[in-house]
């Protein structure tokens, strides 16, 4: 086995970097991910069928085609209509978006959890729609679904090196970089490695989270 | 939008080659899920052990990255060089055999414990009862989230063209940096996409519906008991959600 220590060494510095440009694109991937998701699933529950239809039909398209894809669409073509992101601005955008039909699903499933006593109670304390939503379904809804939506920042972690491809400097971007400069492959293990050593760890954190939330509920 | 030298030579190729990868990697994938599935259920606590690392691991590894380290760092470590298309299989059915092993093993462990009993009863050996009793029963739970994690390796497909292998999402690109034209390519690539995706959909429900008949659970059964909501339980793993 060609295995050279001090390759690994050498890499470390640029490894860390890339470590901060993942999780950087990981957090706020998530948070629009999150947000853009309630959108999308309180718009399947519209009354009007046509802000529910088309919302429908982009959700569907955009989570039956490749994330990858999406990716280049945004970063070569977005560009010719309207201002162009930088790779990373672009590879947020695109795991957020990605991310977001999933999400809604979660969502969706979790607000058609909430017992429809809870709506009938606010319909018949008047209360608004917005504040119906706000302080009486939204807080149940979310708090079921806290462990799937874990889950998915885990695959959105597993898809994030995707865009080093559009030439966003991650942990993987960064592996790749090293190697071919230095004809080396050992960049693309300690990365590989990493990801292990992120995805474990919050792995059990979702489980453990699984379980005390499905006791207390 | 394309030459027509372009498009036999690079995009219809490409679209063979995407269904290609898709069909061997989801074929190996299946051997890997019901493999690792069955042994995660196995007497033996080593086997389950290995059987859960294997798990694990491929689980929270991405396959990008796995598909990169076979193609470039496989050679250079152990001098062992795959072509790249069966490198990239390689990656995808490995990881996403990974995430069927987990349907496999939820489905064989919801068939109900008595079915199982009744085997041993009837004096059946422990293959027959898994060939005969628990496979059959266990297989239209499994179609729904294979299905989904089908659409997840068709998108994951498009990941064998950072290594060279030149499926559509390859022919794309050369198609983008040949005519400078972007917009009609890719929107081209994400239809198709979405094209096939819809097909298989089509094609699996066709699958569970005749599963189920083969095992006494026709329509009538379907329309008594409705569909549990989909969403939750699965999580990342079925990614996609109800479908």
Redesign the interface.
Known sequence: ???DWSVVDEFMPRFWDGVGVTLRALLFGSLIAFALGLVWAMAQRSGHRWVRWPVNAVTE?I????????L??LY??LP?WGPSMSALTTGIVGLGLHYST?TA??Y???I??VPAGQWEAATALSLPRSRTWIAVILPQAIR??V??LG??V??M??????IA?IGALDM?GQA?GY?NETF???A??V??IA??VI??PA?LL?RYLERRLALTR | MMTEGMFTNYFLPGIWITIQVTLYSAALGLVVAFAIGRLRASRLWIVRFLAGCYFEIFRGLSALILMFWLVFALPVMFRWQLVPLWAAVLALGLTYGAYGSEVVRGALAAVPAAQREAGIALGFTRFQRLRRIELPQAWPEMLPPFNNLLIELLKGSALVSTVTVADMTFAGNLVRLGSNESAPIYTLLLVLYFVMAFLLTRGMRLLERRAKANVGQGRLRASLAPREEAGEGHGALTAGGAR
């Open positions: 086995m060609n295995w398209f989570r039956d085609t490749p994330l990858l894809v999406q280049f669409f070569y073509v010719e999933y699903e979660v969706r499933a979790g058609g959890g079921r679904v462990p799937a889950n998915y885990i695959s972690l597993k898809d994030s090196p995707m491809v993987f790749e190697s080396t492959a050992e693309y293990t990365v590989g990801f292990l995805a474990y792995s979702i």
